[in-house]
T-cell receptor
Framework: GAVVSQHPSRVICKSGTSVKIECRSL??????MFWYRQFPKQSLMLMAT?????????EQGVEKDKFLINHASLTLSTLTVTSAHPEDSSFYIC????????????FGPGTRLTVL | GQQLNQSPQSMFIQEGEDVSMNCTSS?????WLWYKQDPGEGPVLLIA?????ELTSNGRLTAQFGITRKDSFLNISASIPSDVGIYFC???????????FGKGTKLTVNP
């Protein structure tokens, strides 16, 4: 149990376009979902925390207007990278915690974004 | 921000050898987690530790939550080629769902 999926797994887009990444908890209801960004050979950097039905909480230095997060249900959160630029190219990973198991985050497989 | 000191940064070992890596912090954590990440994939949870002094095994993996709540180690016994990857420790403060990640240990296993 505790499977998290992400779609798409990789996306290439032109500079100036917006890209939406979906994160789904497949076999459990997620109380909280997290979005991370990972640069090559580096650790995961938390971007924001999102709870179903409420506004996401962004980490310091993360532009909320640039990275729009929508947590529409207990199994789905989306991250939209607006007006993407080459410096937004990165590996984006989501995670989710199960109801009653808030200590443990289960991660999705990640989405590789390349902005040309 | 808070940081976890994870060591070693990388390891090159022969198949069959045992491996040990650890994380230390100046802060007290309520939970320690160990993850493995393969290239191009998301981290996969290996072991979760919830109590100081707790020693938990998952197959050939063993991890311990330090008594001071400021450190944890992960051991891998009899390594095999599929153990290759990056191992991350992560700590969680009491009352917070956020994770603080170490910088990772890259493990290479030579057949």
């Amino acid at each position: 149990g505790a499977v998290v999926s992400q779609h798409p797994s990789r996306v290439i887009c032109k500079s100036g376009t917006s890209v939406k990444i979906e994160c789904r908890s497949l076999d459990f209801q997620a109380t909280t979902m997290f979005w991370y960004r990972q640069f090559p050979k580096q650790s995961l950097m938390l971007m924001a925390t999102s709870n179903e039905g409420s506004k996401a909480t962004y980490e310091q230095g993360v532009e909320k207007d640039k990275f729009l997060i929508n947590h529409a249900s207990l199994t789905l959160s989306t991250l939209t990278v607006t007006s993407a630029h080459p410096e937004d190219s990165s590996f984006y990973i989501c995670s989710a915690t199960r109801q009653g198991w808030a200590d443990t985050q289960y991660f999705g497989p990640g989405t590789r974004l390349t902005v040309l | 921000g808070q940081q976890l000191n994870q060591s070693p940064q990388s390891m090159f070992i022969q198949e069959g050898e045992d491996v040990s890596m650890n994380c230390t912090s100046s802060s007290i954590f309520n939970t320690w987690l160990w993850y493995k990440q393969d290239p191009g994939e998301g981290p996969v949870l290996l072991i979760a530790l919830y109590k100081a002094g707790e020693l938990t095994s998952n197959g050939r993996l063993t991890a311990q939550f330090g008594i001071t709540r400021k450190d944890s180690f992960l051991n891998i016994s009899a390594s095999i080629p599929s153990d290759v990857g990056i191992y991350f420790c992560a700590g969680q403060f009491k009352g917070s769902e956020k994770l603080v990640f170490g910088k990772g240990t890259k493990l290479t296993v030579n057949p």
